[in-house]
T-cell receptor, first 117, second 111 residues
């Protein structure tokens, strides 16, 4: 149980276009979703925290107008990379906190490899 | 700046040996500590978490926490080639609900 489904698993897009990444909680209600970015040989860096029905909280240095996060329902959060550029190429991972599971409660999506050409 | 530090490695051990992975954290108010394993191109998977000082064992894995020294470690006994991966230490720091990750230590277990 407590699965987060993330799509697509990989995407290649042209510079200047936008890409949407979806994360769905399949068997629980995710009131909070976390979005991470990971560059090669680097750690997961938290980009933003989204709460259902409210605006996302972005970490310092993350452009909220470039990385649009929507968490309109308890089972779906989306990250849209707008006007993507090659430097946005990275591995994007979502994570949700599963209620009542304590330390087992942070579950991750399978990740999206974005390549901007 | 609240940080989680790990040696990037690689840490190379022969099959059957004990692998010891270390992590230090800067926030003395941190309460929860996690070890994740990440294979290349995949998302992290939870190995263990620990809240209290001391040791916590689960199968071949033992997590050790020393809050006074702000140090957490992971021991892997009887290391297997399939354990070769990057091991990420993550901490929930005081007053936060988000995970802060270290850069990870690459472990290579040779047959």
């Amino acid at each position: 149980g407590a699965v987060v489904s993330q799509h697509p698993s990989w995407v290649i897009c042209k510079s200047g276009t936008s890409v949407k990444i979806e994360c769905r909680s399949l068997d629980f209600q995710a009131t909070t979703m976390f979005w991470y970015r990971q560059f090669p040989k680097q750690s997961l860096m938290l980009m933003a925290t989204s709460n259902e029905g409210s605006k996302a909280t972005y970490e310092q240095g993350v452009e909220k107008d470039k990385f649009l996060i929507n968490h309109a329902s308890l089972t779906l959060s989306t990250l849209t990379v707008t006007s993507a550029h090659p430097e946005d190429s990275s591995f994007y991972i979502c994570s949700a906190r599963v209620p009542g599971r304590g330390g087992y409660g942070y579950t991750f999506g399978s990740g999206t490899r974005l390549t901007v050409v | 700046q609240k940080e989680v530090e790990q040696n990037s490695g690689p840490l190379s051990v022969p099959e059957g040996a004990i692998a010891s992975l270390n992590c230090t954290y800067s926030d003395r108010g941190s309460q929860s500590f996690f070890w994740y394993r990440q294979y290349s191109g995949k998302s992290p998977e939870l190995i263990m978490f620990i809240y209290s000082n001391g040791d916590k064992e689960d199968g071949r894995f033992t997590a050790q926490l020393n809050k006074a020294s702000q140090y957490v470690s992971l021991l892997i006994r009887d290391s297997q080639p399939s354990d070769s991966a990057t091991y990420l230490c993550a901490v929930i720091m005081g007053g936060y609900s988000t995970l802060t990750f270290g850069k990870g230590t690459m472990l290579l277990v040779s047959p």
